[in-house]
């Protein structure tokens, strides 16, 4: 199996209410818990290229959220946004932090 692509765990932390339990369960397990597929397959009753399969649409489902909905994006730019305005006003930087 190719490398993780731990670029979707900040994907997963925003559109996992979004997915399914299934889906959710398997990834975890591999992103969080680092299990390998056996160890998922044996783990949720399915194969290895059951799991595998599963891995490759979560991956691809998140990826697909975030171009239909931006929230990452939206967040980054906001937290880019927060970072300037905290620095040219120290003042309310506490503020802001607090608020992200």
Known sequence: MKEKDFSVCLLYDIYAPLISEKKRTVFELSYWQDLSLSEIAE?????RQGVR???RRT?????ELENALHLKKTYDELNKLAEGIAQTHPDISAKIKELL
């Open 43 to 47: 783990h949720t009753g399915t194969t």
């Open 53 to 55: 399969e599963l891995i």
């Open 59 to 63: 991956c691809e489902e998140l990826v």
